[in-house]
Antibody
Framework: QVQLVESGGGVVQPGRSLRLSCAAS????????MHWVRQAPGKGLEWVAV????????YYADSVKGRFTISRDNSKNTLYLQMNSLRAEDTAVYYC?????????????????WGQGTTVTVSS | DIQMTQSPSSLSASVGDRVTITCRAS??????LNWYQQKPGKAPKLLIY???SLQSGVPSRFSGSGSGTDFTLTISSLQPEDFATYYCQQSYSTLPFFGPGTKVDIK
């Protein structure tokens, strides 16, 4: 079945780094754009970053631009989020999500598969 | 950046009620609008994409409409399992922001 499984979350001090992973299975990973979305405790969904199916295009929310890097390894069916210079306000559950359609413009089909989320807590 | 607003921010309804949630974009997004349902402690679930297309497996009591800047999610007859928070999201731009959410709880 189609599945996304995040890992790599934990407790980290402000200013430190963390790398999240999202392992994909059950679909042709290399054909779909992928997103990271986060949710701070008690808050709504915040879109974080997107990477195109081939890794050639990447976009970020202003709140993480310059600190976070999205990447993918299509040979390993894995999505990553490298998070540097972490702040308390980055504390959240981080979800990876698959675009609904293949190729360019795939987000017009929404985000149709989500992982279970991994929790990042930034605290001294 | 395209900003999304939703109204109301919360509502109370009874089983069997017809529920309507509105989403507005800060500029025209054609029909590039998606709706999600999220229950506490769970990942979001895609309900509607492209403003009015029902995602596979989603009950037909959910429907979406609208284009341009104004969109609506309608639940024709609210069921116990529909009590949740609903988010709209635009997929028109490269920065696909979500709306702030609408919480639907039991009256």
């Amino acid at each position: 079945q189609v599945q996304l499984v995040e890992s790599g979350g934990g407790v980290v001090q402000p200013g430190r780094s963390l790398r999240l992973s999202c392992a994909a299975s059950g679909f042709t990973f290399s054909s779909y754009g992928m997103h990271w979305v986060r949710q701070a405790p008690g808050k709504g969904l915040e879109w974080v970053a997107v990477i195109s199916y081939d890794g050639s295009n990447k976009y970020y929310a202003d709140s993480v631009k310059g600190r976070f890097t999205i990447s993918r390894d299509n040979s390993k069916n894995t999505l990553y989020l490298q998070m540097n210079s972490l702040r308390a306000e980055d504390t959240a559950v981080y979800y990876c999500a698959k675009e609904g359609f293949e190729g360019d413009g795939g987000n017009s089909g929404g985000m149709d598969v989500w992982g279970q989320g991994t929790t990042v807590t930034v605290s001294s | 950046d395209i900003q999304m607003t939703q109204s109301p921010s919360s509502l109370s309804a009874s089983v069997g009620d017809r529920v309507t949630i509105t989403c507005r974009a800060s500029q025209s997004i054609s029909s590039y609008l998606n709706w999600y349902q999220q229950k506490p402690g769970k990942a979001p679930k895609l309900l509607i994409y492209a403003a009015s297309s029902l995602q596979s497996g989603v009950p037909s009591r959910f429907s979406g409409s609208g284009s341009g800047t104004d969109f609506t999610l309608t639940i024709s007859s609210l069921q116990p399992e529909d009590f949740a928070t609903y988010y709209c999201q635009q997929s028109y731009s490269t920065l696909p922001f979500f709306g702030p959410g609408t919480k639907v709880d039991i009256k």
